[in-house]
C-alpha cells in the first residue's frame, strides 16, 4: 500500500486498484475480486472481460455507488446495482460526487491482434484511462495502452501504468512513458494475472530514472470497511 497525500492505494492484481480517503472509495477495473465490499465509485476503462467484469462488479457495486466507464461499457452494465452510470470519453472532464475526473484516450500503437488484423485496443473504440483528481492529489490510471500521444506532459502525482507487453507497454516502454508522461511517483500494473510477471515490474523499476518506482504487493479487499 502507498499512501500519498491522505489518499491510500492498494494493488489489488492486475488493472485493479483500490484508492481511499476518510470518505470516498474509489475502485478501478475491478477483477478477480475475493471479497465483496461497497465502493464509492467504480471506474471503467473499457469493454474487455478482465475490466469489465460483470461478476466482480456485482461484488463491489451497490444502491449507492456511482460508475463512470468509458461509452463503449455503458449499454452492458446491466445486472448489478448501481446508483448512477456515467460515461466518459478521452478529452472529456466531469466532476463525479466531488471527484474530478478526465478521460485520456487509451490506445495501441502496434499490438496488433493476429486474428482481426486490428488493434487489440483500436482508437476508435474511445478506450480510456483516468486523471482522477482526489483532494487536489492526481492519479493517472492509463488504462490499456501503448505510449501515445495524448499522455505528453500530463504530470500528475501518481502514474498507474501497464508494463507487461502483448496488449499493452512492455517494461521499458512503459519506462518511456514515464519520462514522456513526468509523474512524481509511478506504479506498475497488469502482470500477474494474465500476461506478464513481477519480473517485468522490476525491469520497468530498474529502468526508470526520471521519478520514484513503487511496486505494491498485491493485497487482498478486505482491508477496507466491509460491505453492509
Known sequence: MLEYKGTKIKWLGHDTFLLETDSKIIITDPYRISIPLEADMILVSHEHFDHMSIEDLGKVSSIRTTIVAAKECIGKLVGIPFKEKTSLSPGEEKTVNGIKLRGIAAYNIDKINPDTKKPFHPKEDGKIGFMININGTTIYHTG???????????????????????????????????????????????????????????????TVTSCEVCILTKEPLGEASPKE
Open 144 to 206: 490499456d495502452s501503448d505510449l501515445v500521444p495524448e499522455m505528453n506532459n500530463l504530470q500528475p502525482d501518481v502514474l498507474l501504468v501497464p508494463v507487461s507487453g502483448t496488449y499493452v507497454m512492455s517494461a521499458r516502454e512503459a519506462a518511456r512513458a514515464v519520462d514522456v508522461i513526468k509523474p512524481k511517483i509511478a506504479i506498475p500494473m497488469h502482470y500477474g494475472s494474465i500476461v506478464g510477471s513481477l519480473h517485468d515490474a522490476q525491469e520497468f523499476k530498474n
